[in-house]
């Protein structure tokens, strides 16, 4: 006789769950066969080109673009939340200094729900309330723990800019010039959504049982903060580092592929060609190598690009080229990391149901018996 466990065995999947089906959704759709990346029907490459975050945003959690009033409206919400509470603030005072920007923004994250008489609304008017106030804040949890951490005066927001801009102010002090501030608001739009990630399925997860928002986006960014996942592209700008210079890049690559060591940003679990994203971030690494006179680290980019094209046959990912254009990369990441997970939350909490996997029995495991009721001595 047939049972659960037989039926699921013959369409488990691989490890990491690959292959499995798990949520329906309209949001983002991912053809790693033709390297395409769509968002609500429209191609990432559309969007970055013609779109600004702020549409973006509109569009994965409505479905369509917005029309002027609309986009003028959600701007507004978003920018009249920019501040976080003055308590959790204080509270990322208290942090250790050495503590990874991921690491504290989970924790910010967290305590966010404590000051916000309304996160535990369950509706969809709600959670995308919830969700507004939480694209608000990122960005200024992430600048003032920068600031803290480096013992500098925590930068206000200005509300008269948007996203990306306000988020290089409270970073830097001073307004970004017109073109880093575009470049910024393209990489958010690239990583806006990518369908069930590792981070954005956690999130799905923990929203299933109908837990706040933003009890699921901080187990997001504990999945993202991982060094398979999110915490690659600050690898990728060790790993550069550990090489050093154009010729040892070679050497360095011979060796660590004989070793068999990851290579970090390189290859993808579902592009099988160039990622979409990487192809935008590879022209802002060259403009940003430009605009600096330091064209070192591209070009070793470039050379390890070409050379795991020729070796492995493998493209590089949205990581490997980020590194170079993010403002104080390793600060900035954490900037990308929740907006797909609200776009799930937001959108398709209508959707919730609590996600119970099965598992498959190991072939090794064994079915004991416990015959004696005292414990052995032996």
């Known amino acids: 006789m047939e049972t659960g466990k037989d039926s699921a065995a013959a369409t488990a999947a691989s490890a990491g769950l690959r292959g499995v089906v798990a949520a329906q959704s309209a949001i983002g759709d991912v053809n790693g066969e033709q390297g395409i990346l769509i968002y609500q029907g429209y191609n990432i490459h559309d969007l970055a080109e013609h779109s600004t975050f702020e549409e973006v945003i509109f569009l994965l959690w409505n479905g369509r673009l917005p029309k002027k009033d609309e986009l003028e409206d959600l701007q507004n919400q978003i920018r009249s939340n920019y501040e976080a509470p003055a308590e959790v603030i204080e509270m990322m005072r208290t942090f250790p200094k050495d503590a990874e920007p991921m690491d504290a923004l989970r924790t910010a994250v967290s305590a966010l729900d404590f000051y916000d008489q309304g996160s535990h609304d369950t509706t969809r008017e709600g959670a995308l309330m919830a969700c507004i106030k939480l694209t608000a804040q990122i960005g200024t949890l992430v600048a003032a723990w920068e600031k803290i951490r480096s013992g500098q005066e925590i930068i206000a927001p200005d509300k008269n800019l948007c996203i990306a801009e306000n988020f290089l102010y409270m970073l830097r002090g001073e307004r970004a010039e017109k073109d880093e501030a575009r470049m910024f608001d393209i990489a958010l739009i690239l990583h806006a959504d990518h369908e069930l990630n590792a981070s954005t399925f956690t999130t799905r997860v923990i929203a299933g049982t109908l837990a706040d928002v933003y009890g699921a986006v901080t187990g997001g960014i504990a999945a993202l903060s991982g060094p398979l996942h999110g915490g690659a592209n600050t690898n990728v700008m060790k790993m550069l580092l550990e090489i050093g210079d154009l010729d040892k ?92 997970h609200l776009a799930h939350l937001g959108l398709d909490r209508s959707h919730s149901r609590t996600i119970r996997q099965q598992q498959t029995d190991s072939p090794a495991r064994r079915i004991h018996r416990r015959t004696r009721s005292e414990i052995r001595a032996d």
């Open 249 to 340: 890049v070679e050497p360095w690559l011979d060796e660590a592929l004989a070793a068999k060591k990851k290579i970090m940003g390189i290859g993808h679990a579902v592009y099988k060609t160039e990622d979409p994203r990487a192809t935008w971030l590879r022209k802002f690494s060259k403009q940003m190598a430009d605009k600096k006179g330091e064209t070192k680290w591209y070009e070793m980019s470039q050379q390890i690009e070409k050379a795991m094209l020729e070796k492995k046959g493998m493209h590089p990912n949205v990581d490997f080229y980020s590194f170079d254009i993010l403002p104080d990369g390793h600060s900035a990441r954490p900037v990308h990391a929740d907006f797909c």
